[in-house]
Nanobody, 120 residues
Framework: QVQLVESGGGLVQAGGSLRLSCVASGSIFSINGMGWYRQAPGKQRELVAAITSGGRTNHADSVKGRFTISRDNAKNTVYLQMNSLKPEDSAVYYC??????????????WGQGTQVTVSS
């Protein structure tokens, strides 16, 4: 069994910062790409940022210069540092990863989500 568990969400004022973490656990052989998505009420889930196993990153235009994705491969963990938060950043943030289990094929996994609320 493989699990992705997010943490670090919460309520913050506009202009503030939060750091999200997502730990992958279970019978993991290898992790390829990892990423963060978000979904606000009434909106589709959207990609916020992604990072390859080699550390190459991609950030959505709406968060460039404010959010930074990083990962610690030794800890099977991906982070999202969020600075200069805006009310429109409020959403449930989901962790996503492509994971290979021992003796298994590559599968895509989602975390349960963590709420981020930015007050104006």
């Amino acid at each position: 069994q493989v699990q992705l568990v997010e943490s670090g969400g919460g309520l913050v004022q506009a202009g503030g910062s939060l750091r999200l973490s997502c730990v992958a656990s279970g019978s993991i052989f290898s992790i390829n790409g990892m990423g963060w998505y978000r979904q606000a009420p009434g909106k589709q889930r959207e990609l916020v940022a992604a990072i390859t196993s080699g550390g190459r990153t991609n950030h959505a235009d709406s968060v460039k210069g404010r959010f930074t994705i990083s990962r610690d491969n030794a800890k099977n963990t991906v982070y999202l540092q969020m600075n200069s938060l805006k009310p429109e950043d409020s959403a449930v943030y989901y962790c996503n990863a492509d994971i290979s289990r021992y003796g298994g094929s590559w599968l895509n996994y989602w975390g349960q989500g963590t709420q981020v609320t930015v007050s104006s």
